[in-house]
């Protein structure tokens, strides 16, 4: 059965570094469809990273060049290392996950890596981070 399963979050002082982890297993173990998003409370889901299907890992404004995803020492690992923590940063991460082939608009089946938040199929408990002045 697919499964995503989430490291504790954790707490840091401003430009302090942290790093989140999170394992797949089952049939997305070794799916490129996974992302990271980060949620404040009252607010919309937030895309922090995003496998592509060309290789690479998209990151947005607000954290490229501070985040950085890995799947070091595990293939079925999607960790998020943060550094350089800012006060904003405060907020519960979730991974995400899903398989290369997901059914999408109007039922339609889609491939690839990226894709919009709702064709996630699989997401982490989720975790809280704290970042403190």
């Known amino acids: 059965q697919a499964q995503l399963v989430g490291s504790e979050g954790g707490s840091a002082q401003v430009g302090g570094s942290l790093e989140l982890s999170c394992a797949a297993s089952?049939?997305?173990?070794?799916?490129?469809?996974k992302a990271w998003y980060r949620r404040a409370p009252g607010k919309e889901h937030e895309l922090i990273s995003q496998?592509?299907?060309?290789?690479?890992?998209w990151y947005p404004d607000s954290v490229k060049g501070r985040f950085t995803v890995s799947s070091a020492n595990a293939k079925n690992a999607h960790n998020l290392q943060m550094t350089s923590l800012e006060p904003e940063d405060t907020d519960m991460y979730y991974c995400?996950?899903?398989?290369?082939?997901?059914?999408?608009?109007?039922?339609?089946?889609?491939?690839?890596?990226?894709?919009?938040?709702?064709?996630?199929?699989?997401w982490g408990q989720g975790t809280q981070v704290t970042v403190s002045s």
């Open positions: 995400a996950a899903g398989p290369y082939i997901y059914r999408g608009e109007f039922g339609r089946f889609f491939s690839g890596c990226q894709r919009p938040s709702s064709n996630y199929d699989y």
């Open positions: 089952g049939s997305i173990a070794n799916t490129c469809g």
């Open positions: 496998r592509m299907s060309d290789g690479t890992t």
